[in-house]
């Protein structure tokens, strides 16, 4: 059977969309962090070698990291649904928005996390440029969905689903305004429109609302 370890309000809620999304069975184990360090327990550690979230078992599968498992979900259990095919004109486009919103988007926030929290610790130079990094994948992000409703174009696609932590529970640990991106405000409300989205938040995290706005 598939399960989906989930730790509390983290990357992993994008695999419970996923399986809400395509309407793959699966069993949710949910794992709290540790309340001091906020990382993830010793429990969820000794689930996999890397031990962070997420991770899916299946069988004598133990598979780890958003893309990897979104993939393996959408190929073997979804017909390949919420992927966008090779022979597709907004192919390119899907990958590289797969890809950003974890390759480059949320480095770029973690980066933003760390300069502020060392704050006078680093060069002003350093911590103005690693923010600065991220201030462009917003405004790449604010200019793409300006006229696209998702990232693929027209269609939804698991690329949305990659990206849709980074612009908003990871405003929780590395805050940002959306004023001065109303097209991004409009995509998250587009996303966390669709039912098995609220479905998913509601299970993997009862009683916590995902910043939207
Ligand atoms: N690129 C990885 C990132 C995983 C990651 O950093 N997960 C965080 C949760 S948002 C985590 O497990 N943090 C707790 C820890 O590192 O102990 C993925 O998408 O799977």
Excluded at 16 to 38: A, S
Aim: glycine content about 6%.
């Amino acid at each position: 059977v598939l399960t989906v370890h989930h730790l509390g309000i983290s990357q992993s809620d994008r695999i419970v969309w996923l399986c809400e999304e395509l309407g793959i069975p699966y069993v949710l184990k949910r794992y709290d962090r540790d309340p001091v360090t906020r990382m993830a327990p010793a429990e969820y550690r000794a689930l996999h070698p890397f031990g962070t979230a997420p991770v899916i078992t299946d069988g004598e599968l133990v598979l780890g990291e958003s893309g990897a498992i979104i993939e393996y979900l959408c190929h073997r259990y979804g017909d390949g649904r919420l992927i966008i095919k090779p022979d597709a004109s907004e192919y390119p486009s899907y990958l590289f928005w797969f890809h950003f919103a974890n390759g480059s988007m949320m480095p770029s926030r973690m980066a933003e996390l760390i300069a502020r929290s060392v704050g006078d610790g680093a060069p002003k130079p350093l911590i103005d440029a690693l923010c600065e990094r991220s201030n462009r994948a917003f405004e790449m992000l604010e200019e793409r969905v300006r006229d696209h409703p998702y990232l693929a174009g027209a269609q939804f696609s698991a690329a949305d689903i990659m990206m849709m932590f980074p612009i908003t529970t990871m405003r929780e640990f590395a805050p940002r305004d959306l004023t001065p991106y109303p097209n991004i405000q409009r995509y998250i409300q587009r996303l966390a429109s669709r039912p098995a989205f609220s479905r998913a938040m509601s299970i993997a995290d009862p009683g916590y609302s995902v910043p939207l706005a």
